[in-house]
Structures are given as C-alpha cells and as structure tokens.
C-alpha cells in the first residue's frame, strides 16, 4: 500500500542548529514527493517538491531535501535553523494526483 | 498573483445549522481539492475535482456533506445540519495537472457548538 511515514512527531533544536527531518515512503515507482510546513493558525506552504531528475532538491526559506530511493527516503534539512522555522512540517507524496501526507513533525526552536 | 482564496476564515454555529464554506482555486488551475484537519486524524482528503468534475469524493464522511463546483473560479462545501464533531479546520487546494504540487488556501476554522 502507498503511504507516506514521518517517524518524528517532535524535534527540538536550538537556533542555529542544522536540522534533518525525516520521511519515508511506500510507492511501487518512482514518486513526486514534496515537502510543506503549516505555522500556527496558517494553511500549508509549499517548500520544495521532487519529480525526477536531481536527487538533491533546493526549496525556499533555506531547505533542501534529499531523494534516496535505495532508502525509499526523502529527508528536509536545513543548515542553521531560525526561530522563525519553529512550524509543523508535512512529508507529501503524489498517488494519481491526491495527496498522501505523513503525520507531521512539530519543530521547536530553543533560542 | 493571488493564491487560492477562502472564506469565511472563522465560522461559529450552532449544532443544526447549515454552513457553507467557499473557495476560489488559482487561475488556471484544473484540480480542487477539500481537506479537513482536525488533532485527532490529521488532514483527511475529503473530495477533489478535476476541470469541476468530482472525481473521488470516498473521504466525505457521511451524508451531510456535499461539495460543488460549478465553474472553474468556484467551489463549496457545504454541511447540513452540522454537529459538533465537524469542528475542524477545513482547507482548499487546487493544483495544475502537469506539475502536480497543490497550493493551499488559508483554511476556514469552523466551530459547531
């Protein structure tokens, strides 16, 4: 079955620190994976998305994101994280045009 | 260039009574989709639309929900009567075939006391 599995339903890092946030997938082929993040009380925001091609994925706000198909992974990360960053974050995968999300992981930034 | 748009942002009503939720896609875009996100099961994929066509709408939970979209610059989710248990944060998507990525709207936070 096709499903998309955010391991981490929190993750605290102090400001300034790099940040990895996980997510893994089931599909048969290759598939479009994005990730979003949704602050407090807003709709989700599209940070970068994978189709083919380059395995390393640049987005906005500073993140980037790593296809590894041998891990069936898709991994967010970030340098040096901003208070600013302190969101949830939702791993997406593409099944003929809906979208399975993963449960989500919370960042708290310690400043 | 305008993201998608939803009104109304807060909708409080009592048990019962109808409630309409609207969405205008982004120009050009031939796929809507409506979400609902609540604590317990996070976003639920309740219907989409393709070139205003329901195409799967297997996540609307029961009968009291109907969705619309009669043209490509308009959709409605409609709840009649709502019960409390419909209190969530209900958002909008729509997204352009090729390219696949959804765009969302801000969401409606829709209380049912």
């Known amino acids: 079955a096709q499903s998309v599995t955010q391991p981490d339903i929190h993750i605290t890092v102090s400001e300034g620190a790099s940040l990895e946030l996980r997510c893994n997938y089931s599909y048969g082929a290759t598939p479009y994976l994005f990730w979003y993040v949704q602050s407090p009380g807003q709709g989700l925001q599209l940070l970068l998305k994978y189709f083919s091609g380059d395995t390393l994925v640049q987005g906005i706000k500073g993140f980037e994101a790593e296809f590894k198909r041998s891990q069936s992974s898709f991994n967010l990360r970030k340098p040096s994280v901003h208070w600013s960053d302190a969101a949830e974050y939702f791993c997406g995968m593409d099944s003929s045009y809906k979208l399975i999300f993963g449960s989500g992981t919370r960042l708290l930034v310690r400043p | 260039d305008a993201g998608v748009i939803q009104s109304p942002r807060h909708e409080v009503t009592e048990m019962g009574q109808e409630v309409t939720l609207r969405c205008k896609p982004i120009s050009g875009h031939d796929y809507l989709f409506w979400y609902r996100q609540t604590m317990m099961r996070g976003l639920e994929l309740l219907i989409y639309f393709n070139n205003n066509v329901p195409i799967d709408d297997s996540g609307m939970p029961e009968d009291r929900f109907s969705a619309k979209m009669p043209n490509a610059s308009f959709s409605t989710l409609k709840i009649q009567p709502s019960e409390p248990r419909d209190s969530a944060v209900y958002f909008c998507?729509?997204?352009?075939?090729?390219?696949?990525?959804?765009?969302f709207g801000p969401g409606t936070r829709l209380l049912v006391l």
């Open positions: 998507a729509s997204s352009l075939a090729g390219l696949r990525a959804q765009y």
